[in-house]
């Protein structure tokens, strides 16, 4: 059976102003916020490599919801969070 598998790109510069606002507003309150201990591991991170790890997130969800909202529109929303600690 041949597997199908679809590829996207996405670039910040991809999504218009306020959004982009909204990823960086997001990433930095998550990396200020953020555990120190990484995800996979425990090893201890500095603030760029929070800020870095904290960007990847936001980018990625954001991605997300732009491609699921393409494939259904209006079906992902973003997920509220509570607590960045852990």
């Known amino acids: 059976m041949q597997r199908v598998y679809v ?3 996405f670039r910040f510069s991809d ?10 507003r997001d990433a ?3 990396a ?7 995800a996979n591991g425990g090893d201890v991170r500095d ?6 790890d904290a960007y990847a997130g936001i980018l ?3 991605a997300t919801l732009d491609f699921l909202n393409q494939i259904i ?8 969070v509570n607590n ?3």
């Open 84 to 86: 960045t600690a852990n």
């Open 7 to 9: 590829i996207c790109e």
């Open 47 to 52: 603030q760029m490599t929070k800020l870095n």
């Open 73 to 80: 529109p209006k079906s992902a929303t973003r997920p509220t």
């Open 60 to 62: 990625a969800e954001f």
């Open 15 to 24: 999504f218009g102003v306020q959004t982009q606002k909204i990823i960086i």
């Open 32 to 38: 200020s916020n953020a555990n120190n201990g990484a």
């Open 28 to 30: 930095e309150a998550l």
